[in-house]
Nanobody, 115 residues
Framework: QVRLVESGGGLVQAGGSLRLSCVAS????????MGWYRQAPGKQRELVAT???????VYAGSVKGRFTISRDNAKNTVYLQMSNLKPEDTAVFYC?????????WGQGTQVTVSS
């Protein structure tokens, strides 16, 4: 099994920055890709950014140019650097790890952007 622990959320003013971290533990050898999703109140969970199994990155259009996903394989950690944050970025951000047979989610970390 894979366990994910996120950190780095918080309250920030519009235009500010935050960096989220997600550390994977357990059967990390089984992971093909990792990424970030978010869920705002009353909305469905949506993709923010992810590494594909081939190592490329995919971003939601709403965050392109503002958010950057990166990883440190030695630390089994994936990061999400968020810049120029907007109030509409307010959501619970979830880390996810997946393979062709499983998808695991972290507990989520709250990001609140004030106007």
């Amino acid at each position: 099994q894979v366990r994910l622990v996120e950190s780095g959320g918080g309250l920030v003013q519009a235009g500010g920055s935050l960096r989220l971290s997600c550390v994977a533990s357990g059967s990390t050898f089984s992971i093909d890709g990792m990424g970030w999703y978010r869920q705002a109140p009353g909305k469905q969970r949506e993709l923010v950014a992810t590494f594909t199994s081939g190592g490329s990155t995919v971003y939601a259009g709403s965050v392109k140019g503002r958010f950057t996903i990166s990883r440190d394989n030695a630390k089994n950690t994936v990061y999400l650097q968020m810049s120029n944050l907007k109030p509409e970025d307010t959501a619970v951000f979830y880390c996810t790890a997946y393979s062709n047979v499983m998808r695991t989610w972290g507990q989520g970390t709250q990001v609140t952007v004030s106007s």
